[in-house]
């Protein structure tokens, strides 16, 4: 008896079956996507709202929300800069050149992912506190970090360095260094080889890791936490707000300044989506000289 099937069976069912199995995937990540992702942030914005309009608007117009919002805005705006200096320094290095200690380096890069946000303030405690390393000069100084706007930003910057950085480097090693060594060739300088090539191939993945850099920036709470010393008015940034707004039994202010962060989480997702489909896109072919542009 002959156990062949007919032509064009297995083929079929190979069909049936993939198209299966990627409706059930497809049909769990949008269960987890409702669960744990669209409902809290419903939750979120109907508990802002549930008093109406006008009270949630109020929330904002308190003098500490406003100042932890605007102390948010400042901490995120300076590490972010930070981060892009570094990020593209510490990129161009490893990328585009070979010296000791380049593993050691890209190892380091990688510390703020493995360690808790905890660990990473009380590094700074044990820095800049009054029995740290650099405390009792600082002190003799009248130089405050801890419990100030300097180590909320410092602690912030540890946190949130790795995002540029990593996500430059994977980018200028697969575009690897051919045009910038032609250029150099050509005769142009180091700053305008930058300029005119390296970094109109990075923008992209540049500003893909500066949105990613800045959500972590606006919503990082462990590390603020250890080194800002909760003073309400002053070195409070918004998700430390929210915490202490809800212990106080503050709900409506709680999720109010709440719906605002995952309304920054939102915006964040949206500008990501479209730097990555630009990113995939393919790039319009350069005009030739004479030919004219569409």
Not at 64 to 80: D, G, P, R, Y
Not at 123 to 148: E, M, S, Y
Not at 228 to 246: D, K
Request: glycine share 8%; hydrophobic share 55%; aromatic share 12%.
């Amino acid at each position: 008896m002959s156990t062949h099937m007919p032509a064009g069976v297995g083929p079929r069912l190979r069909k049936g079956e993939s198209r299966a199995v990627r409706y059930v995937l497809i049909g769990i990540a949008l269960v987890f996507l409702l669960f744990f992702l669209l409902l809290p942030l419903a939750a979120v914005f109907a508990h802002a709202l549930e008093k109406g309009l006008s009270i949630y608007l109020q929330s904002f117009a308190n003098a500490e929300v406003f100042s932890a919002i605007k102390l948010t805005i400042l901490t995120a705006a300076v590490s972010v800069s930070c981060n892009l200096i570094f990020g593209i320094a510490a990129a161009w290095a490893i990328a585009k050149f070979e010296f000791p200690g380049k593993s050691i380096l890209i190892t380091l890069i990688e510390i703020p992912f493995a360690v808790s946000p905890v660990i990473s303030g009380m590094v700074f405690v044990l820095l800049f506190g009054l029995q740290g390393f650099f405390g009792p000069w600082l002190a003799g100084h009248n130089i405050k970090i801890l419990f100030a706007v300097p180590g909320i930003i410092l602690a912030t910057t540890f946190v949130t360095f790795p995002f540029v950085a990593r996500e430059l480097i994977t980018l200028m090693r697969s575009q690897g260094r051919d045009e910038e060594e032609a250029a150099m060739v050509l005769g142009a300088s180091g700053w305008r080889t930058f300029f005119h090539v390296t970094l109109p191939n990075i923008k992209w993945g540049l500003l893909y890791g500066i949105i990613l850099c800045n959500a972590r920036a606006m919503g990082e709470f462990g590390a603020v936490s250890v080194v800002s010393g909760h003073i309400r008015g002053l070195t409070n940034t918004m998700p430390l707000e929210v915490e202490i707004l809800y212990n106080e039994y503050n709900f409506v202010a709680a999720f109010a300044v709440a719906s605002l962060l995952a309304l920054l989480a939102v915006v964040t997702l949206v500008a990501k989506s479209l730097v990555e489909w630009k990113m995939h896109s393919p790039e319009r072919p350069v005009p030739e000289l004479g030919e004219p542009r569409q």
